[in-house]
């Protein structure tokens, strides 16, 4: 599995990033969920709110190695971001969004590629 992240952070760091998170990341890392890259300069800021939508399905999740965690979360057919974190300076659990699930899917894969936060 090191082989592939070396070789995959040659050809297509921005995909290595997404897969396997930064370099510093991988020696504590299961390698089983993907990381989000690290923030673009041009991304998209999202609108997180800490008022719970109730329980829903979790569709993706991102790795639990780092301190911020995203899930994509499905509530009857609209979805949202919940993004767990364990600093001090912002609440730990927060939502943004209410999107169709193919919206969602499009700000997740934004998410994960760092063009929004």
Known sequence: MEAVARELRK???WLAAIAFGSDDD????PG???HAATPQARRV???WCDDSPGDGRSLEHTCMCVMTVYELMS???V?????????RDVPSVSYAGWWRRLDAYM???????GLAR
Request: hydrophobic share 30%; with cysteine; proline share 6%.
């Open 11 to 13: 050809t297509h760091p």
């Open 107 to 113: 700000w997740w894969s934004r998410l994960l590629a």
């Open 32 to 34: 089983v969920s993907p």
């Open 75 to 77: 509530y009857g057919g």
């Open 26 to 29: 991988w020696q504590d890392c």
């Open 79 to 87: 979805c949202r971001i919940r993004r767990t974190t364990e600093r």
């Open 45 to 47: 800021e999202l609108s």
